[in-house]
């Protein structure tokens, strides 16, 4: 199974953030904030970009939580979490169809 590679990763001035290409060709942006986590497909020729999934706080930090798993080593933080999982699907449609279910089954 092939898994993503993470084009860009940046943690820095409060805004972390990181683009990760996926198996078949699209590209992803993770995106945190104080309120809210964003993940969004980026245009290509053959479609716009378009938002994926988002949530706020408290629902992202729960998805972190569930995401984590207590191994030794420094404490990893939510995007470092968030991109370990992305990069795992094949395709923007599985991270939507991923991350719609994981927020129904929170609820």
């Not at 969004?40 to 408290?58: M, S």
């Not at 420094?74 to 968030?82: F, G, M």
């Amino acid at each position: 199974m092939h898994t993503g590679t993470v084009v860009s990763y940046a943690e820095d001035q409060g805004h972390p953030r990181a683009e990760v290409a996926l198996p078949n060709r699209d590209h992803v942006l993770l995106t945190l904030d104080r309120d809210r986590l964003s993940i969004t497909r980026l245009a290509r020729q053959e479609h716009l970009a378009e938002v994926l999934f988002q949530a706020d706080a408290n629902v992202a930090s729960r998805i972190c939580a569930g995401l984590y798993s207590l191994e030794p080593g420094p404490k990893p933080t939510p995007l470092r979490i968030l991109v370990a999982a992305v990069v795992q699907f094949g395709s923007a449609e599985d991270i939507r169809n991923a991350f719609r279910e994981v927020v129904a089954a929170l609820r």
